[in-house]
């Protein structure tokens, strides 16, 4: 059996030999440096307690909907994989998994998963077969028993300088808190303030929600201005542990404010689960200028990506609830629906606003020349269903004519899956380095300034749009 | 004069010598396959007849809207080139189409035309000008009045094993049936039920084409009820004859299910032309419903194609009628439009339920998501107008990160024109060869997984997907 | 320091060698080309005044918002570089944009920049860094003093054989007679007319200007009527300066038409200030149907680019006016809005109809149908945003499946950056033999044929097309 491509020092770099060797070049520089991560969905109890992971099955396949996604359209029950907290075998589910594995060739989460078997657990991908399951899986479940496989030990194995966590503005960040506290933790892992569950009318738990927020964090006071004044203290109480940004997933981009009468009127029907579709829309719209108002005293960056039409199969989130694979993005305008937002606080350069898509035609469209003119604007790094090569390629082409390099968030991961982080990184940096050399062959850059540009996009690009 | 392009053994294949090379390789497995085309717009009667095509003109010009479209766009008149039922001289009209045919340099059109006079008819297409007109026209009639250009024996020399047609619900399918049970034609010539013409209220033969389908499948039902029991025996029948997909040419994805007596009232308005447009719209979107929960017993694969407005010009439609290149592409959404058929039997792995598009940005955004989850759901073949080389590579490029590809449809042609089938598929088979050589020449897969790829996306998905 | 790309030979070219020595080809013959401008924004008084520029600032930097906008999103104040009247210290503006200029890197701007230092200049781009600024500065000053600067003899030196002005409808064009009448001045410097200022209800001077309209030009006649005769006789005074088309930023692509009734009613409450935005968007759109109408009888070539969302920053607004860099595209859709429009008038080969595009996502979806179809319709060449070198990539590719190359308009620089033209125009060259190139590389067109495609585009499309 040949030793798969994940080893090739090449891999996903260009094909044209000229390109792909000032590509080469230009990966050196970056290739080492420390992972910056700032949004991503790990749990911070991880490194608290630092425990092995349990079994392949539950670190590798069952909470990462990216793959068990692909698994499903070939016809696998979710259940089978252990998704939603479904009982599995999990040797079972990682058989079907090893005899499925053809299903990723070519797809984003295959490359990661490949150079995340070769590189951190050292097993040749060409191995997941069904043939080699067992012997594979057994291979893993030692590996993962080493103390060198434990959360920090590889924490520190990847270089992870900073990472983001995505947290209930209720938490009582008690993880965060004691990660800072401890020396012997050298990675920064900090909170972000994530307030969807308070302000989406349109989801069941939405009053209790609001009711436990006002009741424990609105200094006493009630209904709207409660409200207001809850979100500002756990805001303060989020950036008193850490955290640099909040993280916004709405429905659309809308920001139109409403005055305190309408939107204590709409919040009214809110609790009382009376508002309608269109009602819950403008109170979220509102908030997303709300947000944006107290970013600009409490300078908190804000992260916004709305599009996706959540919970998409009915069914399957009976059974297995959100976040399991059934989102599907829908198309998306930003231009007209920030521009209120945008018309309060978008001239100011301190407030810090980084729009995210799943909409390709909004690259070129909308974001760049959004982020292109106003300097509280950056360009969210392709994200979620686009955030794999061609795409990211699509991206650098579509925004950097517009806007140059100098409005890029930084790479965002944006994982619930540990140990692809390096890969996916890593992938970001094979591409930022072709699109440069291919920039450099063209004659429309110098190789010392794309060298320049690509440090800078990889490393200074995310702590200074995050104010790391 | 040089020799066409046309007969280059690397046409249409990457530039970069690297990976053509892969690409040539990868080509070999897959270019003599045979052709599996299991959506298009042939006569059956055709093969019945077997009778010499008439002339160059009514074979290659007058049926064919890709190529009298471009003549127009130039000033034509397409009644000189036979459009629409329009006499024209057919010398006349192949003058015309050879002083323009540098009109098709570039375009998909011109490409198949090439290798179509180079491949099928030995015809350097250098020769098609002014110049040389009536000597390539008397050339081509001599060609044609030959046994072995009649239609069989072209079948035969195509390699054409599988070819659906495009049939009226109420059509006796006698071709199908004739061809089915002649034992000397050994390609299947499969029917394929579209119903458009019975679900339109907006258009003026809807009242009765209904009628009449009632009246003659509905088994003495009435109304709504007799409706839908009319569509389930035809479709029954056209299964007894062969087919095995529904075909849907519905103006967008919408797919809301209506109550029947919802529906009762709204059929009694478009029996009496009553309907107002949404009203239309809302019954058209049921019945996409009806059809995919039809197929949940029927077994029929569904295939969808939104988004085109048909007949845009009035003066053309009054001249020459439907489907003479005026019809024009409007931007589509899927995501919503079809959350209510894929909750209730999006999970149903036996249910093939096929999204074409034109629109583009429907590829990452809303195809390759929806089919990379939903058992169901196959991402369909480039179509129409981006069934053309960049934009299959659009396509590939899209859709295979979030994807892979095992949710392809497999390649449609889609064609009136039955000489340029070869050219059509082998189009593709190269399209698809420099894609997966690219991403060999990346380090992204190997070349042996490579060319199992290819010849599952061209072979054996259409038979999957299709149930052939 | 290295002598910048900007002087090599190659630049902007493909990397792949093979594709790169047919591009050089390619590029020869076009290279040295004389400059077709049809649709852009200089004064045309420069030209009879022929005065020398008065500092770099004043003519690189203050009026250039493709310029501004990329330091204003670095955070710098747009009143610091002289933009909407604002004083500056332009030296001090000067070293504000060298110390920035790495921010251009990538952009269009940057492109055009580095190419009009280094070819009209001079003056390596390399020098533009903070500690250079003032003796480049000076050194430019030293340029500008002299008489080969001068409007008249760059005009020569950049080989400028027409160029489009965009004029008020009631503008008097005295400096075009004074330029058509100079027998010493050999450029034509056409005016085109735009009425914009005059058909958008929603814009506060819109009363005023129309009322100055109807008085000045109506013929005597008063309301609707009194209108639409006042833009016919200032239609046929601009035709008798040599105007060869007319040219529409409307807000969207409708084109419905009204009666005359209907539109005297909108028109009244317009000219009240009582019209609703729905109101004051059908009355545009009527009056795009109008224009349209009109070009029927003086035949002048009708340009149109909606989609643009003016003025977005309402602070911006208020203190720099409108084209200051705040502009900000929105999604587009062309097929439904222009069908009354081209109904009517699509079938008229002497009707030019150029629709212009910044929504990318309509290049294959909806122009190429549209002007692939109709013998009025051309596609509009890239602009504002999208005119650089991988959108205008992407708009070739998306677009030559369906029409070929011979619906396009020609290149549009849209430019008020008097010395970048050669620079752009140059691009546009360059990418056009860099497509052309791959598709000769691809054996998808002979290299004869691809310079006779290329000496087309750059120089008999504009011609024909805008009727020169």
């Known amino acids: 059996m040949t030793r798969s491509h994940a080893y090739h020092p090449d891999r996903l770099l260009p094909a044209e030999p000229g390109v792909r060797d000032i590509a080469r ?24 307690d630092d425990e092995p992971f349990p079994d392949p099955t539950a670190l590798l396949i069952s909470p990462d909907h990216y793959l068990t996604r692909v698994l499903h359209s070939a016809g696998v029950e979710l259940a089978d994989l252990g998704v ?54 057994d291979e893993l479940a030692t590996i993962l028993a080493q103390p060198d496989f434990r959360p920090r030990a590889l924490a520190e194995r990847f270089g992870l300088e900073v990472l983001a966590t995505t947290d209930d503005p209720l938490d009582d960040l008690a993880a965060h808190r004691a990660l800072a506290e401890d020396p012997s933790f050298t990675s920064r892992v900090l909170p972000t303030f994530r ?37 500002r203290n756990r805001r303060q109480y989020f950036i008193d542990h850490g955290a640099t940004s909040s ?25 009382r689960g009376d508002a309608t579709r269109a009602e819950a829309l ?41 976040d399991v694979g059934h989102d599907i993005p829908f ?25 995210f898509t799943i909409d390709e035609t909004t690259f070129s469209r909308e974001i760049a020349p959004l982020a292109g003119y106003y300097p509280s604007v950056y360009a969210g790094a392709p994200w979620w269903f686009i955030d794999e090569i061609d795409a990211m390629n699509r991206f650098r082409a579509a925004t950097t004519g517009t806007t140059g390099f ?57 702590r200074r749009v995050f104010k790391l």
Chains 1, 2, 3 share one sequence.
């Not at 050196?28 to 490194?47: K, N, Q, T, Y």
């Not at 993280?247 to 609790?271: F, M, N, W």
């Not at 794309?450 to 800078?456: K, R, T």
């Open 25 to 48: 070049r230009l990966l050196a520089h970056v290739e080492d440096l420390p992972i910056i991560s700032p949004h991503g969905h790990l749990d911070p109890a991880m490194f608290v």
């Open 84 to 137: 939603g907290g479904h009982d599995c075998v999990p040797r079972e589910a990682w058989r079907i998994f090893c005899s499925r594995f053809d299903l990723y060739a070519g797809t984003a989460s295959g490359y990661w998963l490949e150079q995340e078997f070769a590189q951190v657990f050292g097993i040749d991908p060409e191995r997941l077969t069904a043939d080699n399951a067992d012997e594979v899986y």
């Open 247 to 271: 993280d916004h997933g709405t429905h659309d981009a809308g920001s139109t404010p409403l005055s305190d009468a309408e939107a204590q009127a709409l919040l009214d029907k809110g609790l």
């Open 406 to 462: 100098s409005r890029y968030s930084g790479f965002i991961d944006d994982t619930r899956a540990y140990c692809s982080i390096p890969a996916r990184h890593n992938t970001s940096r094979r591409v930022e380095a072709g699109y440069l050399a291919r920039l450099v062959a063209e004659h429309r850059l110098s190789e010392e300034r794309a060298a320049d540009v690509i440090v800078d996009l990889i490393d200074a690009s995310p």
């Open 282 to 322: 403008a109170f979220e719209a509102n908030m997303t200028y709300r947000f944006a108002e107290m970013a600009q005293d409490d300078g908190l960056v804000m992260t916004l990506h709305p599009g996706v039409y959540r919970n998409h199969s009915t069914s399957t989130f009976q059974k297995y609830g959100a």
């Open 195 to 231: 307030p969807d569950a308070y302000t989406k009318m349109y989801k069941p738990e939405f009053a209790d929600n609001v009711t436990r927020l006002i009741d424990s964090a609105g200094d006493g006071k009630s209904g709207y201005e409660g409200y207001l004044q809850a979100m």
């Open 331 to 355: 198309r998306m305008e930003y231009t007209e629906g920030l521009q209120p937002l945008l018309s309060s606080f978008g001239e100011n350069p301190d407030f810090h606003f980084v729009l």
